[in-house]
């Protein structure tokens, strides 16, 4: 394996290093297991895609590592509890609610309009990227913005590592 990875950054502590390395013995595990038959029916392939993609999408939350943003949390979180044999499985599925107390709703709606107006999207456009981003419905708006940016480049670096090794590996 090419221990750099088409890489200008020498260093082997660099985010695309350590996805690159996490994603190839995910890939490895998954090649190994048992359940891994030769079946090609669409049942099956849809069962491996999915399985690449959890081993995707983990490499990349333990490459970015969960104390530095809520999104890897939230994914790690994610497929702990959705594992055979996990407990937490119901916990995944429900809602936290936040309570806030209000006490003026007038001056509560006039601030969030205000909020709406400097950052440029609406309510719309802020329940989207919930739902785009990892843990982000617990997130206020700037939380929000931030880890959403870093969200991307991550996504970005996850995809020309995936590129490259498909690249050494088909070639």
């Known amino acids: 394996m090419n221990s750099q990875i088409n890489s200008p950054n020498p260093n082997p502590n660099s985010l695309k290093n350590r996805f690159a390395k996490g994603f190839i013995r995910a890939l490895i595990r998954i090649h190994k297991s048992p359940s891994n038959n030769n079946n090609n029916s669409p049942r099956e392939i849809s069962k491996r895609r999915r399985r690449i993609k959890t081993a995707a999408n983990a490499a990349m939350a333990s490459a970015v590592g969960s104390r530095k943003v809520l999104w890897s949390q939230a994914v790690l979180r994610k497929i702990r509890n959705n594992r055979p044999g996990s407990h937490g499985g119901s916990r995944?599925?429900?809602?936290?609610?936040?309570?806030?107390?209000?006490?003026?709703?007038?001056?509560?709606?006039?601030?969030?309009?205000?909020?709406?107006?400097?950052?440029?999207?609406?309510?719309?456009?802020?329940?989207?990227?919930?739902?785009?981003?990892?843990?982000?419905?617990?997130?206020?708006?700037?939380?929000?913005?931030?880890?959403?940016?870093?969200?991307?480049?991550?996504?970005?670096?996850?995809?020309?590592?995936m590129k490259t090794i498909t690249e050494i590996y088909s070639t």
Do not use: W
């Open 92 to 161: 995944s599925s429900r809602r936290v609610i936040f309570k806030r107390s209000i006490i003026n709703q007038k001056s509560f709606v006039k601030k969030k309009r205000e909020e709406e107006e400097i950052v440029g999207f609406g309510e719309d456009d802020e329940k989207k990227l919930r739902k785009v981003v990892p843990g982000g419905a617990a997130m206020d708006i700037c939380s929000l913005l931030d880890e959403t940016a870093h969200y991307i480049r991550c996504l970005t670096t996850q995809v020309k590592v």
